[in-house]
Each structure stands twice: as structure tokens, then as C-alpha cells.
């Protein structure tokens, strides 16, 4: 049981650090002071309460993106608290995001919008699977566990 809670903790400290680290470093092509993780996080958030960003779906990628943080956020409480079923959903859950938070890199192109994603970026985006790595092992072990005791019994 001590290997999901590595591979959690260690998502934990990627996304920790993602918010402290360059996220965007050009934009437009151009080089701007490296935009770090919680400057990115609230000009994504701003595209909440109507800053646009371009296109309508840029909006509401950007506020996914938020969301999808979100959710990594109080996905703590799943691993302590959450049951196996829960831990199972969330590995899911936490799959799709990191596909979904894929369209920063794939979609962005020089000429695009953001052009540079700095380092910070894809320990965000890594800090997703490594979760979903664990919650997944979290929730097997769990099942081991469950099945363990009612073999002894």
C-alpha cells in the first residue's frame, strides 16, 4: 500500500510546483516575463466573470482548465476518505483530464495564442496522470485488501 501514496504524494508536489514555476513564456510569438502557475490559474479564471480570450471555446477551455485543477485539489479528500469506488472514479476522472489538458500543447501553435509553455506546464499536466497512476493502485490495493480479509475469515 505504500507505493500509491508515493505516486500521489509525488503528484501532489508536481502540482505544487507548477504553481511556482513558468507556465507560459511567449505569447503570440513574442517572449513576455514567464507567466508561473498561479498567475495562469487566475487569468483562466478571469475568462469566468467575462475576460475573453478569442473564440468562445477558448473561454471554455480555459475555465475547464480551472475546473479540472480544481478537482485535483479536492481529490485529497478521495484518497483519505473516498471509498474504493470513489478512488476508481477519480483515477477515471483524472484520466480524462490529463487527455483534456493535452489541448494546451496540441493545439497551441507559434502562431497561435500562447506559443511557449514552460516547464511548469507540463509538471501541471503530468501531475494528472501520476494521480490517476496512484488513485488507480490506490483503489486495486484497496480491493486486495478487502478480498485478503474475507479470505481469512
Not at 475546473?67 to 471509498?83: A, N, P
Not at 476522472?93 to 493545439?107: D, E, Q
Request: aromatic letters at 18%; hydrophobic letters at 55%.
Amino acid at each position: 500500500m505504500m507505493r500509491p501514496y508515493l505516486l500521489i504524494s509525488s503528484a501532489f508536489l508536481l502540482q505544487a510546483a507548477a504553481w511556482f514555476l513558468p507556465v507560459v513564456t511567449s505569447v503570440g510569438g513574442g517572449q513576455v516575463n514567464p507567466i508561473v502557475g498561479w498567475q495562469s490559474f487566475l487569468i483562466a479564471l478571469s475568462a469566468a466573470w467575462g475576460e475573453s480570450f478569442g473564440a468562445w471555446y477558448d473561454n471554455v477551455l480555459a475555465i475547464l482548465s480551472v475546473v479540472t485543477t480544481l478537482f485535483f485539489l479536492g481529490s485529497s479528500w478521495v484518497v483519505f476518505r473516498g471509498t474504493r469506488s470513489r478512488r476508481h472514479a477519480c483515477a477515471w476522472i483524472a484520466t480524462a483530464f490529463f487527455l483534456f489538458n493535452a489541448h494546451w500543447y496540441v493545439r497551441l501553435d507559434p502562431n497561435g495564442w500562447i506559443s511557449g509553455l514552460g516547464i511548469g506546464y507540463f509538471l501541471w499536466w503530468c501531475s494528472f496522470a501520476l494521480l490517476a497512476v496512484g488513485l488507480f493502485d490506490l483503489a486495486r490495493g484497496s480491493q486486495l485488501l478487502i478480498n485478503d480479509d474475507t479470505r481469512s475469515g
